[in-house]
């Protein structure tokens, strides 16, 4: 059997088992040595096994991970979404659909210092959704509206996706992003002028209460900046840091942790919810470092076999254009976001695409965002988008069914955002070419 042949039947044998719910990280490093051994022989892969082990866990450069992870922690615990949603209430006061707006604008905000659309979409759940429906609103509007912007986590900085995909393409950490900012902010905007549709299609409830003045304590923006302070400073505070070459990727991460644990500190948070929070990452850093060694053992079997390369010269033979090849790949990432975690599908197909796209000619600092924000696509999509099971579990009761059906809208605006970022790359590489 031929190292090629060895190399599909892996590729294979590797999204049957995912498909089937076994543990990505896990699935990859069982493949990958099996594929390995097959190739090359036992003795070797046990070899590679134990130095890709050794090598991703002592990696300097993926110590930033569990820091911006646990700033992100710290900061949820600490009270600061509720602030955030009260500050946003007061910019949203007196819009059709206010409140649903506010829970965006708070999620974009909040994005900035969490860098995961989970925890983005779980904690801005469990903060606005009970004022949504004190207020009477369409349970459509008030959960697809939560869904959608928790997505925006995967792509404002300092966004773990955009993260692990420098990592993995060797790609600037502070360039991808600065690359996802303007998208970002690009896709708040979209969401904002959707929910300004969708309160008119499912208005609240007849006679439902009004937010009043006492609810949201209105002191003018000082009272709005006071509430966005914390975020905005911590924001501010690493990503000038970064980008003022003061700090590196790594040391922006750790100072983010140190001053979101101060603050969480000052703000007198529980020892129990910190030990809480440390806890927590130590256990999500686990999972995301045992498929960063997943993936680099399956990276062994795709360069010995010689995959990618095959890949690459039957495109060259098909007849596709660059185009046809893109858009192809983005549609298997739609497909493959109803079954598969954000980052465990970056991991898993980064490496066999990102040859393609050099080969093709397109910008692997665009394409990162492009694939980010599809990633981001198949995270609402129904019937399995994480997303939706996220704000139904943190909104407990909620139907399932009518989460998909209000997010409907937001999938067709991410697609038009898709769209719009694919005509005008300028869009993404704006800022890079400023940095």
């Known amino acids: 059997m031929t190292p090629l042949i060895i190399g599909y039947i892996s590729i294979a044998v590797m999204f049957v088992i995912v498909i089937l719910g076994a543990p990505i990280g896990l699935a990859m490093i069982a493949v990958g040595f099996a594929g390995f051994s097959a190739i090359i022989g036992i003795s070797p892969a046990l070899s590679i096994l134990k130095t890709a082990t050794f090598e991703t866990v002592t990696s300097y450069s993926f110590t930033l991970i569990p820091l911006f992870l646990l700033m992100g922690n710290l900061i949820s615990r600490s009270g600061v979404a509720a602030d955030l949603f009260r500050g946003a209430l007061l910019l949203t006061r007196g819009w059709s659909g206010g409140l649903a707006a506010a829970g965006v604008t708070a999620s974009a905000v909040f994005s900035t210092v969490s860098g995961s659309s989970l925890a983005t979409a779980s904690t801005m759940t469990r903060v606005a959704y009970p004022e949504m429906k004190s207020h009477g609103y369409d349970t459509r509007l008030a959960t697809g509206s939560l869904a959608a912007g928790g997505t925006l986590g995967i792509l404002i900085p300092p966004s773990i996706a955009l993260m692990l995909y420098a990592l993995i ?33 499912w208005p609240p409830e007849e ?9 949201i304590a209105p002191k003018g923006h000082f009272e709005i900046l006071r509430l966005f302070a914390p975020s905005l400073v911590l924001f501010g505070l690493v990503m000038g840091g970064l980008y003022g070459n003061f700090f590196t990727p790594t040391e922006a991460g750790g100072v983010g942790a140190a001053l979101a644990l101060i603050f969480a500190l000052w703000r007198k948070v529980p020892r129990t919810e910190l030990i809480a929070a440390f806890t927590e990452i130590i256990a999500t850093s686990g999972s995301i470092f045992l498929i960063l060694i997943g993936a680099e053992v399956f990276g062994f079997v795709l360069s010995t076999s010689q995959l990618s390369n095959a890949l690459v010269d039957f495109l060259n033979t098909s007849g596709f254009g660059p185009w046809q090849v893109l858009l192809s790949i983005l549609l298997f990432y739609v497909i493959l976001g109803c079954f598969m975690e954000s980052l465990a599908m ?4 980064v490496p066999i695409f990102f040859p393609v796209i050099l080969a093709n000619g397109f910008d692997p600092i665009w394409f990162g965002v492009i694939a980010v924000v599809t990633v981001e696509l198949g995270l609402i999509t129904p019937p399995v988008g994480m997303n939706l099971f996220m704000v139904k579990s943190a909104s407990r009761g909620t139907s399932l069914s009518k989460i998909m059906v209000g997010v409907i809208p937001f999938v067709i605006t991410d697609v038009i955002r898709l769209g719009i970022l694919l005509a005008f790359p300028a869009i993404s590489l704006l800022l890079t070419g400023r940095l």
């Open 346 to 349: 970056i991991l898993l197909t």
């Open 207 to 215: 006679g439902a209460s009004q937010i009043t003045d006492a609810e």
């Open 169 to 201: 393409t060797e790609q600037s950490v502070g360039t991808m992003f600065l690359a996802g900012i303007l998208p970002g902010i690009l896709a708040f905007l979209l969401y904002l002028v959707t929910i300004l549709i969708m309160a008119r299609i």
